[in-house]
């Protein structure tokens, strides 16, 4: 379970306690939240416990050992992706939020790991060399995002090359859902991580309101169904209950719905193909009362635009929108730029880095630290004129 202190983490290891003659968690890591860590491994008691922050291993295996654990302790983001191709898991969990999760999202994949992938942005920065690692060391990918596992379940597979039209990504539209671009202007972020159906970390929180998220999620719906952008749309649904559709060549069009709660998404990777207790109750559609839809807002919400042309130009494009992204996101999130600056710093870094060359890692690589750099160095301009 690699971030497993997250959103993500939580409802993970919420759905894996129930099934404790199915599912252990061995492995549980971590950021630099130590504290947290340990409260989980006195709970679900694995046989690794991992922090990434090198120097907050003395506190964890003394902590371990102070609760009479015999949890082994771990530090570094290399014994990170070393437990993560080790023998030590056969799934993993990649629910570590960032580009910071693409080397062990990657050495999972790579060790033929069943990966539960819930770092989108691991697909966005190396969509290709992820799909295309994990094919050939035989590891299955299972969806966890809402939307793509609605997706992954129509199918009941990622092969979307029979009989599909087109997938339909639904979207909550976030907290700020039929604001103006104007409005939009003096937001904060305690207002913007205030999800009105999710309860998510702070960085989704802020992608869901600028749409940036929907945007990550028609790149990630691009690479797990290798389906091209104009088979991809997106279609604003405020009750979030429908989490996404396939429509077929013949006319048939099929949903997933359940109430907004992950652990259903997570009951299905950890147990596919069968259904396991997620702990989430079923839809009364009497009670909800009615389904409503809506085309998204592109002027108030560019974001979603500009992913969308990201992932048509190709290339290093998305890797340069991601980074550049979570960059604004952490300066927004800190106070030091208006919500406006996360789009026009997105936009920066992708009119001012060249495209190409996005074949390999170590290109990637490059280009995410390039378009960091190049958009920490605009944040002071854009700070005082947006
Ligand atoms: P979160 O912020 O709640 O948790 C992030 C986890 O990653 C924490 O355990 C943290 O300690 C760990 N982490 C952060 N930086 C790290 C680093 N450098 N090295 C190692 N570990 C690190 O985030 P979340 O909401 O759980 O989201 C996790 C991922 O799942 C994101 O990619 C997000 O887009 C995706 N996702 C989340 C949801 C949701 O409902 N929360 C839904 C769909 C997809
Ligand atoms: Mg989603």
Redesign the pocket.
């Known amino acids: 379970m690699?971030?497993?202190?997250?959103?993500?983490?939580?409802?993970a290891l919420d759905v894996i306690a129930r099934h404790p003659q199915r599912l252990r968690a061995s492995v549980l890591?971590?950021?630099?939240?130590v504290r947290?860590?340990l409260a989980l491994c006195v709970r679900h008691r694995p046989d690794h416990a991992?922090i990434?922050?090198p120097a907050l291993f003395a506190e964890l295996r003394d902590g371990l050992r102070a609760a009479g654990l015999a949890t082994q302790a771990h530090a570094g983001?290399a014994a990170?992706e070393t437990l993560a191709a080790s023998e030590a898991c056969d799934s993993v969990v990649?629910?570590?939020?960032?580009a910071?999760?693409l080397h062990?999202t990657l050495a999972a994949a790579r060790a033929g790991k069943r990966l539960l992938l819930?770092?989108?942005?691991?697909l966005v920065l190396a969509g290709e060399l992820l799909t295309r690692t994990a094919s050939a060391a035989g590891a299955e990918i299972i969806p966890?995002?809402?939307e793509h596992s609605a997706i992954f379940q129509c199918l009941r597979s990622r092969d979307a090359s029979q009989g599909v039209r087109k997938v339909v990504l639904t979207a909550s539209g976030g907290p700020f859902r039929g604001r103006s671009r104007a409005e939009l202007a003096e937001v904060t972020p305690a207002q913007a991580v205030a999800h009105p159906k999710?309860?998510?970390?702070?960085?989704?929180?802020v992608?869901s309101a600028t749409l940036m998220?929907k945007g990550?999620e028609v790149i990630e719906a691009h690479h797990l169904f290798a389906l091209a952008g104009d088979r991809i749309e997106v279609v604003v649904h405020p009750q979030s209950l429908v989490h996404s559709l396939v429509e077929f060549v013949d006319g048939s069009t099929l949903a997933q719905l359940g109430l907004p709660d992950?652990r259903t998404?997570l009951a299905v990777g950890l147990a596919w193909p069968e259904r396991i207790e997620s702990g989430v109750s079923g839809l009364d559609l009497l009670r909800q009362g009615r389904l409503d839809f809506e085309a998204p807002d592109l002027h108030a919400f560019p974001c979603l635009a500009l992913a969308w042309d990201a992932m048509n130009a190709g290339g290093g494009a998305p890797a340069i929108l991601n980074a550049a992204n979570e960059v604004a996101v952490s300066a927004f999130l800190q106070g030091r730029i208006g919500f406006l600056a996360i789009p026009a710093l997105v936009e920066h870094a992708l009119t001012t880095l060249p495209r190409e060359n996005a074949d390999t890692l170590e290109n990637l690589l490059a280009l995410d630290a390039q378009a960091r750099r190049i958009t920490e160095l605009a944040l002071a301009q854009y700070a005082l004129h947006v």
């Open positions: 690699l971030g497993a202190t997250g959103s993500i983490g939580a409802s890591s971590a950021g630099n939240n947290a860590l991992v990434a922050e983001a990170i990649a629910a570590i939020v960032g910071a999760g062990s819930a770092n989108k942005e691991s966890i995002d809402s999710w309860s998510m970390g702070p960085k989704i929180s992608d998220n990550l992950m998404t």
